[in-house]
C-alpha cells in the first residue's frame, strides 16, 4: 500500500454507484481521509440511473430497476455489509435486505402473458433439440472466436421465438441484434437463476426503490466521512501529461463547469482520478400523463464528450463510437404508474395469483412494444402515503407501433400507455385507471454497453498506459462478470482502488456457479423437460 496515504487525494468524476463505491473503498480499505475525497456531480442528485423521485399528488417516477441476486454480487454486497441502514443503524444495509427478502419471497406464477390474456405453461422453455445445442454452442465457444458477433449470428429464429427466449431477454434486457459474447457472459453468471427463470426466485428486492435502500444510505455515510460531494458540477475536461520514460498518462488539470463558470484544479503526481466513462442513463427525458418524453440524443446532453476527448489517439482509454452510435439499437423506454385506489392491484393479483412483491416481471410477449409490469412490494418510497400504490414497466420495443394505440411507444404520453396496458389485459380503463398517473421515460442509450464490441473496445478499469485515472463504469471490461448490473460498478470501483493504492487485499471472486457440477446438470435438465 502506498506509505503517502493521508496526503493523497482522489477526485471522482460522476456521482453514480461506480464513483460512490471507489469513494468507499478509499476510505473503508486504504484508509484516505474522508476530507481528501471530492465527487462531482453534474445533476443535483448522486446515484445515476439508480434514481426515485416524485410523490403521490403528481407521479413517482423512476427511469429503472435493477435485479439483485443473493449468491453473486459478491463486491457488492460485501460493501453493503458496511453500510449501516437510514432505517435502523445498527443494522446495515444487506442485513436489511436480507430480512426483507426473508419474509418477501419471489415466487411468480404468471411470468409471461399471452394474446389470449392467458398464462401459458412454463414447465418446458420451449426448445428443440437443436437449439439446446445452438445455446451450448454458443457457451463453449471463447470470447475472442465470438468477436464482435451479435446473438443472432449464433441462435436461430426459431430459438428466439421460445419461452426462454421472452423470459431471458425481458429479466436482462437483451435484444437480438446485441453482443454475442455479453449473452454468453449472462449465460454462465446467471446459471443457478436458469432452473429458476420462469419463477426468478433467486432474485432478491431491496425495502424501498434502488436510490432510497442503496444510494441515499451510501451516500450519508461518505457524507458522515467527510467526503465533499459537489453537486451541480459538471467535469468538462481531464488535461493528460504523457512521460516517455514510462510511456503513461497522468492527469494534471481538472476543469468542471459551476454555475455557467468555468473553474480548474490542478492535479498532483500523488493524487489520484476515477472518471465514470461513458453514461447508459445519458439524454434521458421524462414526459407526463399528456405529453410523451423529448426525442434527444448525445448531442443534446454532451454526455459522452470527454470519454470521446480521452479516447481519441489512446485506444487503451477505450472506443466509445461502437457503445453511442446507434440509438435505434440501445434504447427502450420505461414508466412508473402511480395510482390512487386498489382496483388494479386487486386485478392483477387475481390474475396472475401473486401478492404484490412475490411477483416477477409480467411480460406480454405478443404485444409489439414487448411490455412488461412488475408490481413490486409496496410501499416503494419511504413517503409513500398509505392508499397510494405504484408499479413500474418497460419496452424493449418502443419504436413499434401499439397494438390498442396506433402510434409508436416513443410517441405516447402516459395516458396512452395505460390505454396500451388497458388493452392486453383486458381491464376498463375508467375502472382500474381512474386515479393513475404514468410518466413515461426515454433512455437512448439504455443497453449501449449491450452492443457489440472486441474485447478492446472497453477500457480497463486502469489502463496499462494511465498512472494515476481510472475508469469506473458499466463500460470497463472485467472478465467473466456481466454488465447492466450493480455489482459491475461496484467491482469495477474496487479494482481501481486496489490497483491505483496498492492495496494488498483480496477482491471477492466471481462465483463461478458455471463450473459447479450440480448447477450444470439442473441446468441441462431444465432445458430437457417438456
Not at 467527510?226 to 514510462?246: Q, R
Not at 418524453?293 to 454526455?303: F, I, N, Q, R, V
Request: glycine fraction near 6%; hydrophobic fraction near 40%.
Amino acid at each position: 500500500m502506498r506509505t503517502n496515504i493521508k496526503e493523497t487525494k482522489a477526485y471522482l468524476v460522476g456521482g453514480g454507484i461506480g464513483s460512490m463505491a471507489a469513494a468507499s473503498f478509499m476510505i473503508r480499505d486504504a484508509k484516505i481521509p474522508g476530507e481528501n475525497i471530492t465527487i462531482y456531480e453534474a445533476l443535483p442528485v448522486l446515484g445515476g440511473v439508480l434514481d426515485a423521485a416524485g410523490n403521490a399528488e403528481s407521479g413517482y417516477s423512476m427511469r429503472g430497476g435493477r435485479m439483485l441476486c443473493a449468491d453473486i454480487y459478491e463486491c457488492m454486497w460485501s460493501l453493503m455489509k458496511t453500510i449501516p441502514s437510514l432505517t435502523d443503524p445498527n443494522k446495515s444495509v444487506y442485513d436489511e435486505t436480507v430480512e426483507f427478502n426473508k419474509v418477501v419471497k419471489t415466487d411468480a406464477h404468471a411470468r409471461i402473458i399471452n394474446k389470449n390474456r392467458a398464462v401459458p405453461d412454463l414447465s418446458s422453455l420451449g426448445l428443440s433439440m437443436h437449439n439446446r445445442f445452438e445455446l451450448l454452442r454458443l457457451l463453449e465457444t471463447s470470447e475472442e472466436k465470438l468477436g464482435n458477433d451479435r446473438i443472432t449470428d449464433w441462435l436461430s429464429p426459431e430459438l428466439l421465438e421460445s419461452n426462454f427466449w421472452y423470459m431471458w431477454i425481458t429479466s436482462f434486457a437483451f435484444e437480438p441484434w446485441h453482443s454475442a459474447v455479453e449473452f454468453k457472459r449472462y449465460m454462465h453468471r446467471f446459471l443457478k437463476q436458469f432452473t429458476q427463470i420462469a419463477t426468478m426466485g433467486g432474485i432478491s428486492r431491496t425495502v424501498y426503490n434502488e436510490y432510497d435502500s442503496i444510494v441515499r444510505p451510501l451516500e450519508a455515510w461518505l457524507v458522515e466521512k467527510g467526503v465533499k460531494i459537489l453537486k451541480g458540477h459538471k467535469v468538462t475536461d481531464l488535461n493528460l501529461d504523457f512521460d516517455d520514460e514510462d510511456g503513461k498518462w497522468a492527469v494534471n488539470q481538472l476543469e468542471y463547469v459551476f454555475e455557467g463558470k468555468t473553474e480548474t484544479i490542478p492535479i498532483s503526481k500523488n493524487d489520484l482520478v476515477f472518471f465514470q466513462n461513458g453514461s447508459m442513463g445519458d439524454a434521458t427525458s421524462i414526459g407526463s400523463m399528456t405529453s410523451p418524453p423529448k426525442h434527444l440524443t448525445k448531442e443534446d446532453s454532451k454526455g459522452w464528450v470527454l470519454w470521446e476527448k480521452l479516447a481519441k489517439g489512446r485506444p487503451e482509454f477505450g472506443n466509445p463510437a461502437v457503445f453511442n452510435s446507434s440509438i435505434p439499437e440501445s434504447n427502450w423506454e420505461s414508466f412508473i404508474v402511480t395510482l390512487k385506489d386498489p382496483v388494479f392491484f386487486d386485478k392483477m393479483e387475481a390474475l396472475t395469483g401473486n401478492k404484490h412483491g412475490t411477483g416477477a416481471l409480467v411480460t406480454f410477449k405478443d404485444s409489439n412494444w414487448l411490455l412488461s409490469i412488475v408490481l413490486k412490494h409496496q410501499r416503494r418510497y419511504p413517503q409513500q402515503p398509505d392508499g397510494v400504490q405504484v408499479f413500474w414497466g418497460y419496452s424493449l420495443r418502443p419504436d413499434r407501433i401499439g397494438d390498442f394505440v396506433s402510434k409508436s411507444m416513443t410517441d405516447c404520453n402516459g395516458q396512452d400507455i395505460l390505454k396500451e396496458i388497458c388493452g392486453h389485459l383486458r381491464f376498463d380503463m375508467d375502472e382500474v385507471f381512474s386515479k393513475a398517473t404514468c410518466i413515461p421515460c426515454k433512455m437512448p442509450y439504455i443497453t449501449s454497453m449491450f452492443m457489440p464490441r472486441t474485447n478492446t473496445d472497453r477500457p480497463l478499469p486502469v489502463p496499462k498506459t494511465s498512472r494515476n485515472l481510472a475508469f469506473v463504469s458499466q463500460f470497463v471490461e472485467i472478465p467473466h462478470d456481466t454488465v447492466f448490473t450493480v455489482e459491475y460498478s461496484v467491482r469495477a470501483a474496487q479494482m481501481a482502488v486496489y490497483e491505483l493504492l496498492d492495496i494488498d487485499l483480496e477482491i471477492p471472486p466471481i462465483t463461478r456457479h458455471d463450473k459447479n457440477l450440480k448447477v450444470n446438470l439442473e441446468a441441462a435438465l431444465r432445458t430437457l423437460k417438456h
